[in-house]
């Protein structure tokens, strides 16, 4: 049979496959360099320019920013270890919706502004008021944050800025300015990402994690044999 000629045997002993191997993913130096993930890949230098997401509390340690995940890609390659850079900031739409109650206002704004490093940023807040207001209060609480966060970004570096995202250095001096003009229950960022052409590419989001018991002794979060999701 054409199966077992020579000619075939010679082509299926050419066939090479290539070794997989583990690699950890390291978040920034501003966040531990901690150990977030591990990719299951033919060579490291695969990963580089991939983005996931992983859930602020694994990054600070603290229960109360576990509605907060970070976005990281991976930029580097050190050995046997993905280092990565911080691209962005969001928080769980599940807890926004929370944050809303009856015979209040809910101010949604989104703007860019422009790090110091002249990056561009684009962000997305949420104020609620303890009642409801008019209009013209509105207008002046979007404009008022929109200057905090000149202020804040355009001094520092976007990994600083996600930095006092997560310590809610940004949300208390926010709160403070606005609540001169109109008391408010709450002021939250929803996003807030990097906006560069070509910087992030395919992206795979960190599930939560799951009970002890259910957690796999390897798990990929970067792979090359499926296509990345998108975030929501």
């Known amino acids: 049979m054409a199966k077992n000629t020579p000619e075939v045997k010679k082509l299926a002993t050419k066939i090479k496959i290539k070794k997989k191997n583990w690699y950890k993913i390291i978040s920034p130096k501003v966040f531990g360099q901690r150990e977030v993930g591990e990719a299951y890949l033919s060579g490291p230098e ?7 997401k992983t859930n602020l509390k694994d990054l600070t340690g603290n229960f109360k920013d576990q509605n907060a995940y970070v976005a990281l890609q991976v930029n580097k390659v050190n050995g046997s270890l993905l280092n990565t850079i911080t691209v962005g900031y969001e ?7 929370r944050l809303v109650r009856k015979n209040t206002s809910r101010i949604d704004d989104s703007f860019n502004v422009t790090t ?22 509105r207008t002046q609480l ?20 996600v930095v006092n995202l997560a310590n809610y250095r940004i949300q208390s ?16 960022i929803k996003i807030m990402a990097l906006q560069e052409k070509g910087l992030v590419t395919e992206e795979v989001v960190v599930e939560e994690p799951a009970p002890a018991a259910e957690v796999p002794e ?14 929501a």
């Open 46 to 52: 695969t990963a580089l320019g991939r983005k996931l």
């Open 91 to 97: 928080l769980v739409p599940s807890f926004i919706k």
């Open 116 to 137: 110091k490093s002249g990056r561009k940023v684009v962000v997305k807040t949420l104020a609620i008021t303890i009642h409801k207001v008019q209009h013209s209060v």
């Open 142 to 161: 979007r404009k008022i944050t929109q200057e905090v966060f000149l202020e804040e970004i355009g001094r520092t570096g976007f990994e600083t800025a």
């Open 173 to 188: 001096i926010l709160k403070k300015r606005l609540n001169k003009v109109y008391p408010l229950k709450d002021i939250v």
């Open 218 to 231: 390897k798990k990929e979060v970067l792979s090359e044999e499926q296509p990345a999701e998108e975030a």
